[in-house]
């Protein structure tokens, strides 16, 4: 008689508080379109989703590499061509003293490697608050107690030095920085930039600066690298093709390791034993790199035009609508609004989905202050999808608040 396995295969505990607010949702959005509703999705930053295609020259790229039967293992820390580009990206911003470069599958995997290789048991790191939730839940994985510091809403939500001064314990190991920022869109001033590699240096700590949305500025801000203004700092840049170059689905990422070459060399040989470890990123998709990095950037005015129409009538909605009020974003496609509730903005979320069929993501996925609630929209749909959205949004919150 055959014998049945009886007793559940239960997930390791660690994982109880892996969470990513952004995904997660979807089991709800899901119940919807099963009852034959659209849902209009203000949640995933993925512009293929919308009015927005890859530039053709990276898709001839990876075709022909792909013709030419790149298709076994690449080398594990990136094909040459690519290191080369990247190399010259790193130039082009500034950044003077570079120790190495690496290729990962998206730079989710950068920043699965390179916290990774930092971390010991006891050890925390600086992570903003709000904060891309990824940083959070790897920090959760990896079995490292949270350690937040906030953005401040009132000052355009730059980071606030004092709060990050404050959280600094003796086995904090470094500090993440997201400018671009996901979820507020803040683009980091220069003069912020200086005063936390000021305190990187006081307190030996290595700096991650996630720079994703690089290219994705709408004003006439700069984008700023701290790499570029501290050249003697230990930094991981973070950059990758998912967002400046419309193809989040290839999943190609990198990091920069910058700073002096003997204070790096230890920590960056760890790295390069994770990269090992999981042989190579994506082989023919590598291709797009140089073809992306040194190539027609032409599609990014198009881009950047389309991004900055919807922020400025996300903002306008925002900012003429009782009980909802946003700081304008200046990068990325995000905006992080606040909204004076009287209940959880989780709960706002949820019924504004099975009342309205519209997607946002709730303040508390991300982090905020006490007291306060946000929620996330992406404004990457067009202005008539963000219309009708943001119609049906103010008519949920007047009827449900008054
Ligand atoms: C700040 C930030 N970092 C990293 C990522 C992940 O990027 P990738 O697609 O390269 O893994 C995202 C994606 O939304 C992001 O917003």
Request: with cysteine.
């Amino acid at each position: 008689m055959p014998v049945t396995q009886t007793r559940e295969i239960a997930a390791a505990t660690r994982l109880d508080n892996v969470k990513y607010a952004i995904r997660d949702l979807a089991s709800v959005a899901n119940e919807i379109v099963a009852q034959g509703h659209k849902v209009v999705p203000l949640n995933i930053g993925d512009p293929n989703v919308f009015d927005f295609r890859t530039p053709p020259h990276l898709i001839e790229a990876v075709h022909r590499a792909m013709l030419d039967n790149k298709n076994g293992y690449a080398p594990s820390p990136g094909i040459k061509p690519a290191l080369d580009a990247i190399r010259g990206e790193a130039a082009r911003k500034g950044i003077t003293s570079v120790q190495d470069v690496f290729v990962t599958n998206g730079v989710s995997e950068t920043v699965d490697t390179c916290l990774t290789a930092l971390l010991n048991p006891g050890d925390d790191l600086l992570t903003p608050c709000p904060d891309y939730p990824l940083y959070s839940a790897l920090l959760t994985k990896l079995g490292i107690r949270l350690n937040t510091y906030y953005l401040n809403e009132e000052d355009g939500w730059q980071p606030e030095l004092d709060d990050i001064k404050k959280k600094i314990t003796p086995r904090t190991r470094g500090i993440v920085l997201i400018n671009p920022n996901n979820p507020t869109g803040a683009v980091c001033t220069r003069a912020m930039l200086q005063q936390i590699a000021d305190i990187a240096r006081q307190h030996n700590l290595l700096i991650f600066s996630d720079e994703i949305y690089d290219k994705l500025i709408l004003d006439d801000d700069e984008h700023i690298s701290i790499a570029a203004v501290a050249p003697d700092v230990p930094v991981v840049t973070f950059g990758g093709l998912s967002k400046n170059y419309l193809v989040p689905g290839w999943r190609i990422g990198w990091g920069i390791v910058s700073g002096e070459a003997a204070t790096v060399r230890n920590y960056n040989e760890g790295i390069q034993r994770l990269l090992r470890a999981r042989l190579c990123a994506n082989h023919p998709e590598q291709y797009a790199i140089p073809a992306a990095l040194e190539g027609p950037q032409d599609h990014l005015i198009e881009v950047r035009r389309k991004l900055r129409s919807r922020r400025d009538l996300t903002v306008q909605w925002c900012n003429s609508t009782p009980r909802v009020s946003c700081v304008s974003p200046r990068g990325a496609f995000y905006a992080y609004p606040r909204i004076d509730i009287p209940e959880g903005d989780d709960v706002f979320v949820k019924e504004l989905m099975l009342q309205k069929h519209v997607m946002v993501v709730h303040g508390s996925g991300f982090g905020q202050k006490p007291g306060t609630q946000h929620f996330r929209i992406v404004f990457l749909p067009d202005e008539k999808t963000l219309s009708s959205a943001y119609a049906a949004i103010a008519e949920f919150i007047k009827g449900r608040y008054r």
